[in-house]
């Protein structure tokens, strides 16, 4: 597995399993990279149910990061109620198993390209933007949906810690469906208090 992203994120969580690293201490190892490589971990455990208490640190941690994308910002920055969280080594493992997982449906397709669109500073900003937006939908309060925004996350943090132009093009589509399917679940529930009484006439 040649993957950057794999690289870094089996290292790190090698690590935690044995023992805990706070997320300061990951995104002093993980310099510029920290950005992708910490969204990357912050999103992972959102395709899988999170344990109580996770949901809001891993959420705002992501949302934090990819609004300093947005402003430009090459060396990320937390808070320390943030900064301070650690990784239980037992959760590390099952990460670890998982990003396995992942890995193999991407390796045969992601990999340096369109480096016109992939190395420009603009883009990095959009980025930013992008998976800031696609955050606020992680945590909005909606149940069953936390997957679907995750994935959008994940694409572009690899697509921008791998270089790939062409799945963040792939990505900005994943993120318009994505927003579409909210925009009709808000919709729906904007109708739903308008349907009920004819559904009792």
Not at 46 to 72: D, E, K, R, S
Not at 103 to 110: A, D, I, R
Request: charged share 15%; net charge positive.
């Amino acid at each position: 597995m040649d993957l950057k992203f794999y690289r870094d994120i089996q290292s790190l969580l090698k690590q935690l399993a044995t023992h805990p690293l706070t997320v300061k201490d990951i995104l002093a190892q993980t310099s510029e990279r920290g950005f992708s490589v910490m969204i990357l971990l912050l999103t992972l455990p959102f395709l899988f149910p999170v344990p109580p208490g996770f949901a809001t640190v891993l959420g705002w941690g992501c949302f934090l990061l990819a609004l300093q994308m947005a402003m430009g910002r090459r060396k990320p920055w937390l808070p320390r109620q943030i900064a301070k969280f650690q990784f239980p080594q037992w959760f590390s493992r099952e990460l670890l198993i998982n990003l396995k997982r992942l890995t193999k449906l991407l390796e045969k397709f992601v990999r340096p390209r369109l480096l016109s669109v992939a190395a420009n500073p603009k883009i990095w900003r959009w980025n930013g933007i992008c998976i800031a937006w696609l955050t606020v939908l992680l945590m909005l309060p909606i149940p069953f949906t936390n997957p679907i925004p995750t994935v959008g996350i994940l694409l572009l943090a690899i697509a921008t810690l791998e270089e790939d132009g062409l799945l963040m093009c792939i990505s900005y589509g994943v993120m318009a469906l994505i927003t579409l399917f909210f925009g009709f679940i808000f919709y729906a529930i904007w109708l739903a208090p308008q349907l009920l009484p004819n559904l009792f006439q």
